[in-house]
Nanobody, 124 residues
Framework: QVQLVESGGGLVQAGGSLRLSCAAS????????MGWFRQAPGKEREFVSG????????YYADSVKGRFTISRDNAKKTVYLQMNTLEPEDTAVYYC?????????????????WGQGTQVTVSS
């Protein structure tokens, strides 16, 4: 199994930027597809971004495409989410997750390990 710890959340004004990090320990990090999800109060958890095991393939929800960038450093066992041009609609708890499968999926049930989440709040 793998343990995940997110960091980097906070309060920013609309138009600002944040960089989230997710540090992994336990299993070999490069063996996992990684994803970022978010959940706002009263809403379902939704897919934000995913990245393949070696980082060659990335995927984004339409709502964040062009603003967010996912990356990973397998040597550091860390996945990142650079969030630019933040909007109030981006306010949510952000979770990183590890998927033991081969391909990136947008379905949260496909991810077996989850971090505790980090709060991102974007003020208008």
């Amino acid at each position: 199994q793998v343990q995940l710890v997110e960091s980097g959340g906070g309060l920013v004004q609309a138009g600002g930027s944040l960089r989230l990090s997710c540090a992994a320990s336990g299993d070999i990090f490069s063996g996992y597809v990684m994803g970022w999800f978010r959940q706002a109060p009263g809403k379902e958890r939704e897919f934000v971004s995913g990245i393949s095991r070696r980082g060659g393939n990335t995927y984004y929800a339409d709502s964040v495409k062009g603003r967010f960038t996912i990356s990973r450093d397998n040597a550091k066992k860390t996945v990142y989410l650079q969030m630019n041009t933040l909007e109030p609609e981006d306010t949510a708890v952000y979770y990183c997750a590890a998927n033991g499968g081969v391909v990136v999926t947008m379905d949260p049930t496909g991810y077996h390990y989850w971090g505790q989440g980090t709060q991102v709040t974007v003020s208008s």
